[in-house]
């Protein structure tokens, strides 16, 4: 079912390989999707909510019965939901709460560079958010807790929410959606979907939402596009592309662990990507041989295929964990598993992935809703510059600076030779003036 990328040999052979460029990617254009959504994000700039539920029964199919979702309706979803999924939910929220204060550490952090010369970082969170959960091929519930509790640790005080208005639902967004938004006490929440979710939260709508200082959370390409677009305008957390999983392996790992795991990424989207790179041939025809019993019995067989044979999926045979962990930092996955023989030690090689799950046990999945970690994590290569969404995602550091009369006698000659090689004379003169007589 995957397509299989052979790299063995050829580094004993003399040949130069470039690993980013022999790994599989999607292909995805957000420079062409931009200038589709440029005109929706321009039309929600001039005729606000108009343009909103204009663009809602265009995309979603409906249109919501307010665009902002009331209070009761919140309130309701939360009292519905099932005992047994209320739980879950808890279970993640409590866990992601914890690893997110964790994340948190010191507000404050002041050093002394010499005597009377003080200098002090202080974290500060963003005044609004905007935070962004799909709702398309599946409702990411999940996503309300990972963006809510790390922008709640963090001390966001103004929180928006938006999510695609859906017709089986009568037009407000998925119950199980609205549910966790009432259990986190998130009240303003928007039945508003895709690029238009984006310009209303970039540019405001009046009477209804208040411009956002920041943008987060997953979406599709168009999604993607809209932050783009506003970027600037508001900050982006990334530009999430399809989903993705590697899986660096050997002939200790087990072929039913790996081929449900990739398996379980390439449910999200005809265009997830699932990569298994190992040196055992013999597990790969394993994982081969499981792949094809199990995604028939699959619910969603069909976009599992997709993905799986498309080009952004293969198997890579390396020479060895060593030539492998090349590999995978080359790679940059989204989310990366390392099933070998001591996966604790190989794992710890590893410097590009958005997150990395170590061992048999701790399967993507577990990320994706209860491991405590986020799951809004950088793609498509992104993460060899990029980190997932966290607590820090939603502070600003602030340099205060405070030295006194004899702490700066001490570095004003400093600042004015260095002022007159930069050609700026004013700015050593701001300095020496204050000492002239």
């Not at 939603?394 to 006698?409: E, I, M, N, P, S």
Request: include cysteine; charge should be negative.
């Amino acid at each position: 079912m995957l397509r299989v990328i052979d790299l063995r040999g050829r580094a004993a052979r003399g040949e130069r390989l470039d690993y980013a460029s022999v790994v599989p990617r999607a292909a995805v254009d957000v420079a062409v999707a931009t200038e589709a959504v440029r005109p929706i994000c321009t039309a929600v700039a001039e005729r606000g909510a108009a343009a909103l539920e204009e663009y809602s029964e265009r995309f979603d199919g409906v249109v919501p019965p307010e665009l902002r979702v009331p209070a009761d309706v919140l309130r309701a979803a939360a009292e519905r939901l099932d005992p047994t999924l209320r739980s879950a939910f808890e279970t993640a929220i409590a866990r992601r709460r914890l690893v997110s204060e964790a994340e948190l550490g010191s507000a404050i952090t002041e050093v002394v560079v010499a005597p009377g010369a003080r200098v002090t970082q202080r974290m500060i969170s963003v005044g609004r958010v905007g935070l962004y959960v799909p709702g398309g091929l599946a409702p990411l519930s999940s996503s309300v807790i990972m963006n809510v509790v790390p922008a709640q640790v963090a001390g966001v005080a103004s929180i928006a929410l938006a999510s695609p208005p859906q017709r089986d639902h009568g037009g407000w967004p998925h119950p199980s959606i609205l549910a966790l938004c009432s259990l986190l006490e998130v009240e303003e929440v928007y039945a508003v979907g895709g690029a238009q979710a984006i310009a209303m939260f970039g540019y405001g709508v009046p009477g209804l939402c208040k411009p956002v200082n920041l943008v987060t959370g997953p979406g599709n390409i168009y999604v993607v596009a809209a932050k783009r677009l506003l970027k600037g305008r508001v900050n982006i957390d990334s530009e999430a592309g399809p989903t993705e999983i590697a899986v660096l392996a050997d002939e200790t790992a087990d072929p039913v662990h790996v081929a449900a795991d990739l398996i379980s990424q390439a449910e999200h989207d005809p265009l997830a990507a699932a990569v298994l790179v190992t040196d055992s041939e013999p597990l790969a025809e394993r994982v081969q041989a499981e792949l094809a019993d199990q995604v028939p019995t699959s619910k969603h067989a069909t976009r599992i295929s997709e993905a799986l044979t498309g080009p952004q999926s293969a198997v890579v045979l390396v020479d060895d964990v060593e030539q492998g962990i090349a590999v995978v930092d080359a790679y940059a996955a989204e989310h990366l598993e390392v099933q070998t023989a001591a996966a604790e030690q190989v794992a710890g090689r590893i410097t590009n992935a958005g997150a990395i799950f170590v061992g048999a046990w701790s399967p993507v999945s577990l990320g994706d809703y209860c491991a405590g970690s986020t799951h809004v994590l950088p793609t498509g290569g992104c993460a060899c510059h990029s980190s997932g969404l966290n607590v820090k995602s939603f502070l600003k550091a602030v340099h205060q600076v405070h030295y006194t009369r004899d702490a700066l006698a001490e570095v004003a000659s400093a600042v004015e030779v260095f002022a007159d090689a930069e050609d700026l004379p004013a700015h050593g003169a701001a300095v020496t003036r204050r000492f002239d007589p």
